[in-house]
């Protein structure tokens, strides 16, 4: 038998499509509450034209597709929550009072979405159960995404996106003090706070209803919309309230086996590190540990892909039982202060090869939309959907492996990020970049003011001349100016030890090959 160690050191051609637990490595593919609505604005929708959207992922490496179905609101007609067209009138103007705060140039937008979704309900349509229904017919399997918190507009406190509810109760947000607009303005303190029995049973009643709703293969809670769910300081008490939430959901989902007769996963999203997500209240592990959960997405929130997730601490922790998926999100930067960009293929490939030699059974791809351009690189959307899932079909394709960062951390904790990197006249740094699987013939690309001096995992010879590379010649890519040197052959942590002569900042490392 090949174990993942070995298989890292073959011909890249002869890369398996495991991972480390022996499972076939796969993509979980999350399809957001609002696109579809957006996205097919103004279009003939039929019950068939619905159903088709799911097809496209058929016979690609997508094995979960997960149908985001709600934010504050509902994009179905809910009879426990609001859903999108709540005090929506098709017959009035574009600034009736359900779009009065919205910016004048953004609610014809804004209408389109809530009208599709109102005009599918009046002619009955379902497009959950169309989708559920088409996925089983095209041998993927349907699972709902729930948001456990969502965000979306929170500066507007009437927007068309918030619930009665939310508007109705800021005493139970997180950080009801601080929550008024102005300097100190912070979009999370105008989240719900978990600790209170009100926020925790409005939200069960929402998984009840999708149980009573939906015949799925699993459900997964999704706590990283928007992540902030305790008041600083008492996450630790808010592990004990979430791990309530996540054993009442499992004993409802397995009642609910007993009336589908088939089994019903439990899934959960949680931040990408270990002791971030437990700081947080979402102790993903213990979760897994207890049996709680057959799939964790360790993930980033929005900001930025990230490259190096410790998967490998995660499976210790978690063990081999559970579907360990790495969250893979569709914008990419170096560092919080640098210009977002989109990923395009190759950055995609870099990240989807880390994960899976570092153990994820799945990857998992967050807010790949399938019309919004150009994320990805909507050109190449097919392909990424039918090679990113496993290394064999990766093997001997170009990719690139950028430095970037951790995006959501608990509050008050230490803050780990490589760039940028401000080094004195003559001095030294290092990094450390994880490529898995071996690139032939790689290169290293930095964005830095003027010559460096660039040592290898220790070699005593630095690298080469290097040349300089246009900007605007990758994209995504470095905004200053960017020097790139040959490194031949490298694979699993290559670590750089660098001299900057004449001194400067480093806002961007990749290895590419």
Not at 2 to 23: C, N, Q, W
Not at 356 to 382: C, E, I, Q, T
Not at 437 to 447: G, N
């Amino acid at each position: 038998m090949i174990t993942r160690r070995a298989a890292l050191h073959l011909p890249l051609l002869a890369l398996p499509g495991f991972s480390a637990t022996g499972r076939d490595t796969a993509i979980t593919f999350n399809e957001d509450n609002s696109h579809y609505f957006f996205s097919r604005a103004g279009q003939d929708l039929t019950a068939e034209k619905v159903a088709s959207f799911v097809d496209q992922y058929a016979d690609t490496q997508v094995r979960e597709i997960l149908f985001s179905a709600n934010s504050q609101r509902t994009s179905f007609a809910s009879k426990v929550w609001d859903s999108v067209w709540k005090d929506y009138d098709p017959k009035g103007p574009d600034d009736q009072p359900l779009f009065a705060s919205t910016p004048k140039e953004s609610r014809a937008v804004a209408r389109s979405c809530i009208h599709t979704a109102w005009k599918l309900n009046q002619q009955g349509l379902d497009p959950y159960a169309l989708w559920m229904k088409r996925a089983r017919q095209k041998k993927l399997s349907p699972w709902i995404s729930m948001r456990m918190n969502d965000l979306h507009n929170v500066d507007d406190p009437q927007s068309y996106l918030h619930s009665s509810f939310w508007k109705a109760h800021p005493e139970l947000r997180r950080l009801q003090w601080r929550s008024e607009q102005g300097p100190g303005f912070d979009w999370r303190d105008r989240a719900f706070d978990y600790l209170q029995r009100e926020v925790q049973e409005h939200h069960f009643r929402l998984v009840q209803e999708y149980c009573e709703r939906y015949d799925f293969d699993g459900l997964e809670l999704d706590w990283m919309r928007f992540g902030f769910h305790f008041k600083p300081g008492q996450e630790v008490q808010g592990n004990e309230a979430t791990l309530t939430i996540m054993r009442r959901t499992r004993a409802l989902l397995n009642l609910w086996e007993k009336k589908r007769g088939h089994k019903i996963s439990l899934g959960a999203r949680v931040p990408s590190r270990p002791e971030t997500a437990w700081a947080m209240g979402m102790d993903g592990a213990r979760w897994a540990n207890e049996g709680l959960i057959q799939m964790l997405v360790v993930t980033p929130f929005w900001a930025s892909i990230e490259t190096e997730i410790p998967l490998e601490e995660w499976r210790k922790l978690v063990g081999n039982k559970v579907l360990l998926a790495a969250g893979l999100e569709v914008l990419i930067r170096p560092y919080h202060e640098y210009k977002i960009q989109m990923n395009r293929l190759e950055t995609v490939r870099g990240a989807a090869a880390a994960f899976l030699a570092r153990g994820a059974d799945r990857v998992y791809l967050f807010n790949y939309m399938d019309s919004l351009k150009p994320n990805p690189d909507m050109d190449f959307y097919p392909q990424l959907l039918r090679e990113c899932g496993s290394l064999a079909t990766l093997a001997g394709k170009p990719r690139r492996h950028v430095v970037t960062y951790s995006d959501t951390w608990a509050p008050g904790e230490a803050q780990g990020t490589q760039l940028p990197k401000t080094v004195a006249a003559g001095g030294w740094t290092a990094f450390r970049v994880y490529v898995g699987p071996k690139l032939v013939d790689a290169r290293l690309r930095m964005e830095l003011p003027d010559a460096a001096e660039v040592h290898v995992n220790g070699a005593a010879e630095a690298l080469g001349e290097p040349r300089e590379v246009p900007v605007g010649e990758l994209v995504p890519g470095p905004v200053g100016r960017t020097l790139e040197w040959k490194l031949g052959a490298v694979m699993d942590w290559v670590v750089l030890n660098i001299r900057l002569p004449k001194g400067g900042k480093i806002q961007w490392v990749e290895i590419a090959g």
